[in-house]
């Protein structure tokens, strides 16, 4: 189901270009055709509104309110500059281009969105995880080690191990 998603996803992504009928075989072996469903599906990310009624920001929207009410004005174009879009969805052909096209529109007129590629030390089958390990890498580089909670500590201690270790 996977090439399927993506493949409706993808359409999302060239937004407003000329919808495509795609044809595409399910596990079970019955064939589908996918029309406007699979820009619907994918354009959910971007307009949550439009395409779900949801009220709910879409993906620019979201990381531009995240921007502004996360961080201070002196930090903000910094962090538009510096953008990194990871996780399942990142790996869809033409999503960061979207994300930056709507970026642009929110974004200060002196401010640039910017996406860093993924590091290349990153092995390519490693981008669906790659929040988890931001996250880990994250971890050492801020924290320093005496705060790092070890197996062992935690299958002795359970979690109140970490105000121990952290206190």
């Known amino acids: 189901m996977r090439p399927l998603r993506d493949a409706a996803l993808l359409q999302a992504a060239a937004a407003g270009g ?7 075989t399910l596990p079970d072996g019955q064939e589908i055709t996918v029309a406007h469903e699979g820009h619907a599906l994918g354009e959910a990310l971007f307009d949550l509104d439009g395409a779900l009624g949801a009220s709910e920001p879409g993906l620019a929207e979201a990381i531009h309110a995240g921007i502004v009410n996360s961080y201070e004005p002196s930090l903000r174009k910094i962090v538009y500059e510096h953008l990194i879009l990871c996780g399942g ?3 869809l052909p033409g999503i960061g281009e979207r994300l930056m096209q ?3 529109l929110l974004a200060p007129p002196s401010t640039i969105p910017t996406l860093y ?3 290349d030390y990153m092995p390519d089958h490693t981008k669906n995880c790659s929040v988890w390990m931001g ?4 971890s050492k580089v801020v924290f320093p080690q005496s705060h790092h909670m070890t197996r062992g500590d935690y299958d002795e201690r359970g979690p109140s191990g970490a105000h ?4």
């Open 117 to 119: 590629p993924f590091p």
């Open 18 to 24: 000329k919808q495509e009928l795609r044809s595409h």
């Open 135 to 138: 996250g880990a890498i994250l």
């Open 89 to 91: 969805l990142s790996g």
């Open 164 to 167: 121990i270790r952290c206190g």
């Open 102 to 104: 709507e970026l642009r």
